[in-house]
């Protein structure tokens, strides 16, 4: 999964390594996680029967000429992201919102693909998160758990940026376009766990539907004449607290302040991603099975 944490403390001499570098491993680390380390990965990937969790590759097509049309009109322009955080016995609480111009289906995708990353920092032309390695524990229809192992950018006072390793179990639910995740090690952290939902957004439908507001994507289709865009909501909560003496002021106010921006961050590359998406032409075929 995508998970969205960024804490500025996690600060290690072992860490400042050659971003580069750092890329280039963590493609070969996955890549090599995938192929040996998945139990459920004893077949070429060719010959695996993809099961159909209710995502249709037509209308998911259907939906892109829509939104690549409508962007050379009327480009969308996301609004920032949304970030919201409290504190509990010591536990912070950060609520992320934000809305996303694609479909449910494909920001879920973005958000889980094993292999890519959607999380590009274009200005500086680097990976703001991505997998290192990534092993399937368990799977159970659209019910996915991996043990998974990533790094998420830091800038360090705008100096300089570090890659800190995160060890997470992530559960993701491709049906629901749901996830959850714990820690298995996180440097500082006594607690670090989180959940994330991708819902729909019916963007036309006050336009196109009028006082008729559809309640699912097959009275949206129906009102609408087949012409309203898709769009997503993706909510994100996340609990941590770090270990003492880093959850006493003044630097628990440094690692809250550093996750809030890191965070915001993660979501703006997310929606770059999709306004890259958006901008693409058709695809010569269709897209792979979800």
Request: hydrophobic share 30%; glycine share 6%.
């Amino acid at each position: 999964m995508g998970i969205f944490p960024g804490f500025g403390s996690w600060i290690s001499k072992n860490n400042q390594q050659p971003h580069k570098a750092e890329s280039k491993k963590s493609e070969n680390d996955e890549s090599k996680s995938m192929s040996e380390k998945d139990p459920n990965n004893n077949a070429p990937a060719n010959n695996k029967i993809k099961k159909d969790y209710g995502y249709d590759e037509k209308e998911e097509m259907r939906q892109h000429i829509l939104w690549h049309e409508e962007e050379k009109k009327h480009p969308w322009h996301s609004s920032p992201p949304k970030a919201k955080v409290t504190t509990k016995k010591g536990v912070y609480h950060m609520n992320l919102e934000i809305t996303i111009g694609a479909t449910p289906e494909k920001t879920f995708l973005w958000l889980t693909d094993p292999w890519g990353s959607s999380f590009l920092d274009k200005k500086m032309w680097r990976d703001l998160m991505k997998n290192t390695s990534r092993t399937v524990l368990t799977e159970d229809g659209p019910r996915k758990v991996i043990k998974v192992k990533k790094f998420v950018v830091f800038d360090f006072f705008s100096l300089t940026y570090i890659p800190i390793p995160l060890h997470l179990i992530v559960e993701e639910n491709k049906k629901d376009l749901t996830g959850k995740y714990k820690k298995e090690k996180v440097m500082l952290m006594k607690v670090f766990e989180g959940n994330y939902k991708v819902e729909p957004v019916y963007v036309d439908q006050e336009r196109l539907c009028k006082k008729r507001l559809p309640k699912s994507a097959a009275e949206y289709r129906k009102c609408s004449g087949g012409q309203g865009k898709i769009g997503s909501k993706l909510i994100i909560n996340q609990y941590f607290q770090p270990y003492p003496p880093f959850n006493l002021p003044p630097l628990s106010w440094y690692i809250r302040g550093s996750t809030i921006k890191t965070s915001k961050n993660l979501l703006i590359a997310l929606q770059n991603t999709a306004t890259s998406a958006r901008k693409a032409g058709p695809l010569k075929e269709p897209p792979k099975s979800f």
